[in-house]
C-alpha cells in the first residue's frame, strides 16, 4: 500500500480486510470505489488532496483513543463529515483444513487481542498471540504461510479477501465492544437539528477548566472529552471535546469567538 497515484475518492485504513474495510463497506456500500493504504499514506493523501475522503478509527469502548487520533489532530485542516460506531462481532480466520486443535498462533491488532482476550482465554487458553499492524495484515500473513497451525481475528470479510474460513464467529459480540470512526472530508455538511461538533482545546493546566465553563455557560452540552499530549510540553495539552450542536449553531457560534486556542474539528450529524 503506497500513496495513491491518482485521486481516490475513499480511502481507509488498510490493508483489505480490516475493520476499517468493513465499515467503509457499511457507510459506502460495495459499489463505491474505495481505496486502502498505510498510516503514513493515508495522512499524506487526504493532506495532499489525493483522498476526497478518509475513515478512520479514533475511539474503542475497550482501550480508549486510537493511535490514529494523533495524526489528525496534526493535521492542518482535518474535517470530520461524518461518525460511525458498529459493534465488533470477531471471526477467528484460518486456512482451509484447519481446526481449532490445530491452531497454535494467532495474530491480530494488540486492539484486537484485547477486545478478544476473554474469549481467547476461555477457549485456546494456550495459543501464542502475535501483534501485527493490522488485522487485515493478520489475516494476509495467515493465507500467505499456508499453516494450519496459524489464525487471525478480524471481521469476517478477511476471509473472502483472503481465501480463508472462519472457524469461529460472533467473537466478543456486544454493546461493551464497539468501535467509532470518523469519516474526514472537505466541506462541513448542513446542520440537520441533531449534530455533533468536535474540538480541539490545546491549553496549558488550568485553561480547561475555561473552556469548559464557558461552553456550560453558553448552554453547550458537553458530549465527551479525551485528552491528549501536546509535544510541546508536560504542562500544555490537546483535548478533543465532542459538543451537541452545529458550529453553525448561534449559540455554539457565540461561545467559540470567546475561546482563544480551540479549534473546530468538524460539525457532523449525530449518529452515536
Known amino acids: 500500500m503506497s500513496r495513491p497515484d491518482t485521486p481516490a475518492k475513499i480511502a481507509y485504513l488498510g490493508p483489505a480486510g480490516t475493520w476499517s474495510h468493513q465499515a467503509c463497506l457499511d457507510l459506502f456500500g460495495r459499489d463505491t470505489a474505495i481505496t486502502p493504504l498505510d498510516k503514513d499514506a493515508l495522512f499524506a493523501a487526504y493532506a495532499g488532496g489525493q483522498a476526497e475522503r478518509i475513515c478512520v478509527p479514533v475511539i474503542t469502548s475497550t482501550v480508549g483513543v486510537t493511535p490514529y487520533l494523533d495524526p489528525i489532530l ?3 485542516s482535518p474535517c470530520i463529515v461524518a461518525e460511525y460506531a458498529r459493534q465488533l462481532d470477531y ?3 484460518a486456512n482451509r483444513g484447519a481446526t481449532l486443535d490445530d491452531i497454535r498462533n494467532i495474530l491480530a491488532h494488540p ?5 478478544v482476550k476473554p474469549w481467547v482465554d476461555r477457549v ?3 495459543v ?7 488485522n487485515g495484515a493478520a489475516a494476509q500473513e495467515v493465507a500467505r504461510s499456508g499453516s494450519l497451525a496459524m489464525a487471525s481475528m478480524g471481521p469476517r470479510v ?3 479477501v483472503y481465501g480463508l474460513i472462519s472457524l469461529a464467529d460472533g467473537i466478543e459480540q456486544g454493546p461493551h465492544n464497539v468501535t467509532r470512526w470518523w469519516v474526514l472530508g472537505r466541506e462541513t455538511p448542513a446542520p440537520t437539528g441533531h449534530d ?3 474540538l480541539c482545546v490545546e491549553t496549558e493546566d488550568e485553561g480547561l477548566s475555561a473552556a469548559l465553563a464557558a461552553l456550560v455557560k453558553g448552554g453547550i452540552r458537553i458530549l465527551t472529552v479525551y485528552e491528549r499530549p501536546s509535544r510541546r510540553s508536560l504542562d500544555t495539552h490537546r483535548y478533543v471535546v465532542d459538543v451537541a450542536g452545529h458550529r453553525g449553531d448561534a449559540a455554539l457560534a457565540d461561545v467559540l469567538t470567546h475561546c482563544p486556542g480551540t479549534r ?3 460539525s457532523y450529524p449525530r449518529t452515536c
Open 74 to 76: 496534526a493535521l492542518p
Open 158 to 160: 478477511g476471509a473472502s
Open 128 to 134: 501464542g498471540r502475535v501483534h501485527t499492524a493490522t
Open 264 to 266: 473546530v474539528l468538524g
Open 196 to 198: 455533533k461538533t468536535t
Open 124 to 126: 485456546l487458553p494456550h
Open 91 to 93: 471471526s477467528l480466520l
Open 111 to 115: 486492539i484486537a487481542h484485547a477486545e
